[in-house]
C-alpha cells in the first residue's frame, strides 16, 4: 500500500483526548457556564446584543420573537434556533429570573411546566432593565470580537450596571463543571457592592448584614444561615427552602392548608398532583381533596382536611415527602479570568468592581477623545466667528473645498480638523446668537475633560462616580425582599398518627410465618375458627390490636421481625394473609414464629428472654430492637445460634422481677434457677448454658415462673401420658445443673418429653399422634401430682401410636373497649 503524506497516523486516545479536550473547553467557556462579570451565557449576552443592535428596545413596539432568533442565529449564535428561543423564553420567565431582561408577549411558558407558544405566535423586546446591562457598550467599554464568519463583531463582555450574576443567578452543566448560583435582591446586592468599594477588606459577616442571603422570585422560606455563610465562603452549600403556608380554620371545626408561595424551580402542577396522589393513594389520613386556585391574582394551592385532622403533622409530612420543601444546593461556578472557578460571595463582587472600573475607564478615555476632538473644533469656530469676513473672504478667492481648507490653515493657522468645520459650516450658524452657544459648549466641554481627567487620574473619584451609577440603578429598579430568611433549619418530626388510618384490626401469626390484618367488620361477619390457614399450621398469635401498635417476631432461628400494625397488609379473616418470606428475604423455608410481642412503645426497663434447644438462655434488652433501618426486607438477630440449635420460648419481662427459670429436657430432666443468674447480653451475643444435657438429650421449653407461689404446669409425652405438677416443686438450683427427673425413669419404652406449658384451668392442647388422629387436652381435667408421677394417659398408646405434635394454639381475642 502506498504510504500517503497528508494522513497522519496518531494513536485514537491521543486523537480523543484532544478532541474532548477542545469540546470541553468549547462547552465550559462558550456554552455552559456564566461570565463572572455580567453574569451572562454566551447565548444570553448575544441575545441582549443582537436585539439592542436591532433597535429592539423597551422604548419601542415589541417585534416577533422569531424574527429576533433569526438575527441572533445569522449574525451571532450559529446554533439551532430551539435554544436560542428557549434561552430568550427564559430571560421573560418571572418565575426564574428575580429581574427579566426581556418583556414578552403572549404565552411563554408557565410555572405548571407549560410549554411557551412558538416563536411565530410571540413577541419580544428588551426589558427596560436590560439597558442598564447595554448603556455605554458604544463607547467602546468592552472588547468586541469578530463573529463566526467574521462579517460582525460581538462583544466578549456586557459594561453591565449592575451585578446581573447574583441579582438573576445562574444555572447550566457542562463538562466537569456545573453551576447553581441563586437569585438574590437587586437592591440588597447593589448595597453590598457599595460596602466593598468603600471597604475593600471587608468580612462576609458584614456584607452578610447588607446581603442576608438569596431572594428567589418565587418567594418561600430559606432555613440555614449557618449554611448560607459557609455557600458565601466556599461557594458551595445546602439550605433548605419551603413553600409559604398556613393552616386556616373552616367551617364544621375543620381546617386547610393554603399555599401561597413555593420553592424556587418546583413544578407547581406536579406538586399539586404529588399531594393528591398522597390523598388518593391514602398515604396519611386526613386530606379530603387538593386544589390549584392560583389565576392571575396570585398563587394558591389549598388543602381541605377532613374533621379533626392533624393539620400540623400533614402539614410537616407534606414538607418532607413532596416538593413543598425542597434542599437548594449552592454551587457557585462561573468563568473568572477565562477559567471556571468555584467562587465566593467576596470573589463575585470584588470581579464585578474590577470589570466595572475597566468599563468606566474605557467610558471616560473614550469619552475624553471625543471631548478634546470637540473642543478642538469649537475653538477653531469661535476663532473663525472673530474673524469671520476674513474667513469668508478666503473661501470665496479658492478654487474648491479642498483648496479653501489650505488656505484657511496657511492663512489664519487653523488645523485640518478646523478648516473642515468651517468650511462644512451651515449659513445660518454664522448669527450672532451660535457664538454665545460655542461659548456655552467650550465651557461645558472644559469641565468635562477636567471631570474626565479626574475620574482617570483619580482611582477614588472613579469610585465615588461607579457608587453613583449603582445607586441611580438600584433608586430606579429596587423591589422588596420576597424570600424570607429563618436563621435554624427546622427538623421535620412527622408523627405516625398523622400517616396512619387510626382503627382497631385483628392481627394474626401463625406458626409457619403468615402474617396479616383484618378488619372488625370482616372478623365479625365470620366465626372465629373461619380463619384462612393450611393444615399442618395454627395460629401463635389473634389478637385485636390498634394500627399505631408494633409487633416484635421472634423466630425458631434466633431472628427478631419488626412489624407496625398499619403497615400489616390488610387482609380478610378466611383468607391466609401474606407470608413473611414475601417480603423478609433472609426469611428460612423451615423456619417458624415462636413468639409475638405487642407494644405502644419501646420500653427502656423490659427485657427479652430467649431459650434455646441445645440449652442456652440469655436477656437481651428491649430497645435493642427499637425499627432499624432495612426492616421491611430483613430481619435482625436476636440469638446467635450454633449448629443445629433452635429458640424454643421467648419472654419479654420487667427488668429485676423475681422470676425462675423452670427448663423440662426430652429426657424428663427439670431445673429451677433464678433468672438474676442470667447476664443482660446484646442482640447478637449467643448468651450462657442454661442446662447441662446429656448426649441426646435437649430442652423441651423453658418458662418463667415466679420464685415464690404455685405455678402449674403440663407436660405431654410421647407415650400420650399428660402430667400436670407444680414447677416450684423443685428446688432452685444453679444455672448450668442438669437438674433433676420430673418424670419417672421406666427400664422400658421409658417416657419422653414433647410438650411442656405453664397451665391455667382454661389451658387446652391439640395433641396429634402418627396415626393422624387428633386429641384436644384440657388441662383443668387432670390433677396436680407429685414430682415422680406419670400422669395419666389421653389415650391408648398401643392402638393410636405415638404423639408426633403437640401445640398450642392462640384464641382470637377480641378487645370490647378498644385500645
Known amino acids: 500500500m502506498q504510504h ?136 467602546e467599554t468592552v472588547d468586541l470580537v469578530w463573529n463566526f464568519d467574521d462579517t460582525e463583531k460581538e462583544p466578549t463582555v456586557l459594561p453591565a450596571r449592575y451585578p446581573n450574576l447574583l441579582v438573576n443567578g445562574s444555572t447550566g452543566i457542562s463538562a466537569g463543571y456545573a453551576t447553581e448560583i441563586p437569585t438574590h435582591n437587586l437592591g440588597e446586592i447593589i448595597e453590598g457592592t457599595i460596602h466593598l468599594i468603600d471597604h475593600p477588606n471587608a468580612t462576609l459577616e458584614k456584607l452578610m448584614t447588607f446581603i442576608p442571603g438569596p431572594d428567589f422570585p418565587t418567594g418561600g422560606i430559606l432555613q440555614g444561615t449557618e449554611e448560607i455563610k459557609k455557600a458565601y465562603t466556599k461557594g458551595k452549600g445546602r439550605v433548605v427552602l419551603r413553600s409559604k403556608t398556613a393552616i386556616k380554620p373552616m367551617k364544621a371545626g375543620r381546617e386547610q392548608i393554603v399555599i401561597s408561595e413555593v420553592p424556587y424551580e418546583v413544578n407547581k402542577a406536579n406538586l399539586v398532583k404529588k399531594i393528591d396522589e398522597i390523598r388518593l393513594m391514602k398515604k396519611i389520613d386526613g386530606i379530603a381533596e387538593v386544589r390549584d386556585e392560583t389565576d392571575r391574582t396570585g398563587l394558591q394551592i389549598v388543602i381541605d382536611l ?5 393539620a400540623q403533622g400533614i402539614l410537616n409530612y407534606l414538607f418532607k415527602n413532596t416538593d413543598l420543601q425542597v434542599n437548594y444546593n449552592f454551587n457557585m461556578v462561573a468563568i473568572d479570568e477565562q477559567r471556571p472557578k468555584q467562587v465566593g460571595l467576596i470573589r463575585i463582587l470584588q470581579a464585578y468592581i474590577d470589570h466595572r472600573r475597566d468599563v468606566i475607564q474605557r467610558r471616560s478615555r473614550f469619552e475624553l477623545n ?26 470665496r478667492k479658492s478654487k474648491d473645498k479642498k483648496d479653501a481648507k489650505q488656505n484657511l490653515v496657511k492663512a489664519f493657522d487653523f488645523t485640518e480638523a478646523q478648516a473642515e468645520a468651517i468650511v462644512s459650516l451651515q449659513l445660518y450658524r454664522l448669527t450672532n446668537t451660535d457664538i454665545t452657544a460655542l461659548e456655552k459648549e467650550a465651557n461645558e466641554l472644559a469641565d468635562n475633560i477636567t471631570f474626565l481627567n479626574s475620574i482617570l487620574g483619580n482611582d477614588k473619584e472613579l469610585m465615588k462616580l461607579m457608587k453613583k451609577e449603582l445607586r441611580e440603578v438600584k433608586k430606579q429598579y429596587e423591589s422588596p425582599r420576597r424570600t424570607f430568611i429563618q436563621q435554624e433549619i427546622e427538623e421535620l418530626v412527622v408523627n405516625t398518627e398523622v400517616l396512619v388510618t387510626q382503627e382497631d384490626v385483628m392481627v394474626t401469626v401463625s406458626k ?29 398469635f389473634a389478637e385485636q390490636l390498634h394500627t399505631l401498635q408494633h409487633l416484635l417476631l421472634i423466630t425458631n432461628k434466633g431472628n427478631m421481625i419488626y412489624r407496625p400494625v398499619h403497615e400489616l397488609a390488610d387482609i380478610r379473616w378466611k383468607d391466609v394473609g401474606e407470608h413473611l418470606s414475601q417480603t423478609i428475604t433472609n426469611f428460612e423455608k423451615d423456619e417458624q414464629i415462636i413468639s409475638v410481642y405487642t407494644y405502644n412503645q419501646i420500653e427502656e426497663n423490659k427485657l427479652f428472654v430467649l431459650i434455646s434447644k441445645n440449652g442456652m438462655i440469655k436477656q437481651t434488652a428491649m430497645k435493642e430492637f427499637a425499627a432499624w433501618g432495612r426492616y421491611k426486607s430483613k430481619a435482625t438477630v436476636c440469638m446467635k445460634l450454633k449448629g443445629d440449635d433452635e429458640v424454643v420460648n421467648a419472654y419479654l419481662v420487667d427488668e429485676g422481677q423475681p422470676l425462675d427459670v423452670f427448663l423440662v429436657s426430652y429426657r424428663g430432666f427439670g431445673l429451677r434457677f433464678p433468672l438474676s443468674e442470667v447476664n443482660i447480653v446484646g442482640a447478637k451475643a449467643a448468651g450462657v448454658i442454661s442446662m447441662n444435657l446429656k448426649d441426646e438429650d435437649q430442652v423441651v421449653n423453658g418458662l418463667l415462673v415466679w420464685s415464690e407461689g404455685d405455678t ?8 400420650g401420658a399428660v402430667k400436670r405438677m407444680l414447677a416450684q416443686e423443685i428446688n432452685a438450683l444453679s444455672r448450668a445443673k442438669r437438674g433433676i427427673m420430673v418424670l419417672r425413669e421406666l427400664k422400658n419404652h421409658a417416657h419422653r418429653v414433647m410438650k411442656v406449658v405453664e397451665s391455667t384451668e382454661s389451658t387446652t392442647l391439640d395433641v396429634i399422634t402418627d396415626k393422624g388422629n387428633t386429641y384436644s387436652l384440657d388441662a383443668k381435667s387432670y390433677p396436680i401430682n407429685d414430682r415422680m408421677s406419670n400422669g395419666s394417659f389421653l389415650f391408648d398408646e398401643k392402638q393410636e401410636g405415638a404423639v408426633v405434635r403437640v401445640y398450642q394454639e392462640a384464641i382470637p381475642y377480641v378487645n370490647d373497649q378498644g385500645n
Do not use: C
Open 512 to 540: 409457619e410465618g403468615y402474617i396479616k390484618r383484618s378488619s372488625l367488620r370482616s372478623f365479625s361477619a365470620s366465626s372465629a375458627d373461619e380463619i384462612g390457614l393450611k393444615e399442618t399450621d395454627y395460629l401463635v
Open 306 to 310: 377532613k374533621k379533626d385532622a392533624n
Open 4 to 139: 500517503r503524506n497528508d494522513i497522519q497516523e496518531i494513536p485514537l486516545k491521543d486523537v480523543m483526548g484532544d478532541r474532548f479536550g477542545r469540546y470541553s473547553k468549547y462547552i465550559i467557556q462558550e456554552r455552559a457556564l456564566p461570565d463572572i462579570r455580567d453574569g451572562l451565557k454566551p447565548v444570553q449576552r448575544r441575545i441582549l446584543f443582537a436585539m439592542n443592535e436591532d433597535g429592539n428596545t423597551h422604548e419601542k413596539a415589541f417585534r416577533k420573537s422569531a424574527k429576533g432568533v433569526g438575527n441572533i442565529m445569522g449574525n451571532y449564535h450559529p446554533h439551532g434556533d430551539s435554544s436560542i428561543y428557549d434561552a430568550m423564553v427564559r430571560m421573560s420567565q418571572d418565575w426564574k429570573l428575580r429581574e427579566t431582561l426581556i418583556e414578552m408577549h403572549g404565552n411563554n411558558g408557565s410555572m405548571d411546566g407549560d410549554p411557551p407558544a412558538a416563536m411565530r405566535y410571540t413577541e419580544a423586546r428588551l426589558s427596560k432593565l436590560s439597558s442598564e446591562m447595554l448603556a455605554d457598550i458604544e463607547k
Open 370 to 395: 471625543r471631548s478634546l476632538k470637540r473642543q478642538h473644533i469649537v475653538e477653531g469656530l469661535m476663532k473663525a466667528l472673530s474673524i469671520l469676513d476674513q474667513v469668508i473672504a478666503t473661501i
Open 712 to 719: 402449674p404446669i403440663t407436660i405431654v409425652t410421647q407415650r
